[in-house]
């Protein structure tokens, strides 16, 4: 059973940044893609990045391309998002997840228990 728990969220004021981290327990973390999941109020959640095993691929949200990078320390079993020029529609709470394979979808095996987002206008 794998624990996951996020830290790094709060308030921001748009075009700011924030970083998210995510330390990883209770499993061998190089097994698993880490990935970062969003729901703002009132919507469904949203795909935002995923790193595979060895952190040599990622992928990302069309709306968070070129703004956000995920990146991995199997050595700390942590898993960050360095978030860059927020904007007001980046405002929710991010989940950060472990799978056993790299995709884009919102299946996961582990859920950390989210932490808020919120950017200002």
């Known amino acids: 059973q794998v624990q996951l728990v996020e830290s790094g969220g709060g308030l921001v004021q748009a075009g700011g940044s924030l970083r998210l981290s995510c330390a990883a327990s209770?499993?061998?973390?190089?097994?698993?893609?880490m990935g970062w999941v969003r729901q703002a109020p009132g919507k469904e959640r949203e795909f935002v990045a995923i790193?595979?095993?060895?952190?040599?691929?990622?992928y990302y949200g069309n709306s968070v391309k070129g703004r956000f990078t995920i990146s991995r320390d199997n050595a700390k079993n942590t898993a960050d998002l360095q978030m860059n020029s927020l904007k007001p529609e980046d405002t929710a709470v991010y989940y950060c997840?472990?799978?056993?394979?790299?995709?884009?979808?919102?299946?996961?095996?582990?859920w950390g228990q989210g932490t808020q987002v919120t950017v200002s206008s």
């Open positions: 997840a472990a799978r056993t394979g790299v995709t884009t979808t919102l299946e996961y095996d582990y």
């Open positions: 209770g499993g061998t973390f190089s097994r698993y893609a």
């Open positions: 790193i595979s095993r060895s952190g040599g691929t990622t």
